[in-house]
């Protein structure tokens, strides 16, 4: 079993479009992140959500809203989409300790976006 | 979270071991050291971390040096699958996992 899985792998949109890109871990743990990796393969956290809610947003767009339904799920919604929106998106998961947060994170296998 | 520096890219034949070199001069006390690796295409995957005792497990072993400002990472006998790009993270646990340039590990035949 796929320990934190997202979908869809690819997604190729035309600029404006709003798109959804699914994260699931089941890994029973309880905090969730988003990373972007641009074409010069810098890795950069947008989101950290901690049971369902959000602890940290990095200088994101508000164009981008995630969504958690449950500690299990997080979603990334992006609306309006930009052509410097291409990217690939790395969903993670973690457990946290009393107030810290483990540095073992688990990773998804990305979602290479497109935009046109 | 204190900074890192890794060289940009290594060789190393397979068969022989990696040693990859990680600079923190500025680590404070309660932050661990953090590896991880990208191979090309995945996502990134956690090795292997350490406070300030030597670590090993399955896939690497971790030398951290005695007052802490640098550390090496060790694949004891590389293979082409170990080709990837290499991260050495300081991190406290009170901010998230910040990644930089890493070291790109060139396994060849």
């Known amino acids: 079993d796929t320990a934190v899985s997202q979908t869809p792998k690819y997604l190729v949109t035309q600029m404006g479009n709003d798109k959804s890109i699914k994260c699931e871990q089941n890994?029973?743990?309880?905090?969730m992140y988003w990373y972007k990796q641009d074409s010069k393969k810098f890795l950069k956290i947008m989101f950290s959500y901690n049971n369902k809610e959000l602890i940290i947003n990095e200088t994101v767009p508000n164009r981008f809203s995630p969504k958690s339904p449950d500690k299990a799920h997080l979603n990334l919604h992006i609306n309006s989409l930009e052509l410097g929106d291409s990217a690939v998106y790395f969903c993670?998961?973690?457990?946290?300790?009393?107030?810290?947060?483990?540095?073992?994170?688990?990773f998804g296998e990305g979602s290479r976006l497109t935009v046109l | 979270d204190a900074k890192t520096t890794q060289p940009t890219s290594m060789d190393c034949a397979e068969g022989r071991a990696a040693n990859l070199p990680c600079n923190h001069s500025?680590?404070?006390?309660?932050?661990?050291v953090y590896w991880y690796r990208q191979i090309h295409s995945q996502g990134p995957q956690y090795i292997i971390h350490g406070l300030k005792n030597n670590e090993t497990n399955e896939m690497a072993s971790l030398i951290i040096t005695e007052d802490r400002k640098s550390s090496t990472l060790i694949l004891p006998h590389a293979t082409l699958r170990d080709t990837a790009v290499y991260y050495c993270i300081v991190h406290s646990g009170y901010s998230t996992l910040t990644f930089g340039k890493g070291t790109m590990l060139l396994v060849s035949p």
């Open positions: 500025t680590i404070s006390g309660n932050e661990y």
């Open positions: 993670a998961s973690s457990q946290t300790s009393g107030r810290q947060n483990t540095g073992e994170l688990f």
């Open positions: 890994l029973g743990h309880d905090t």
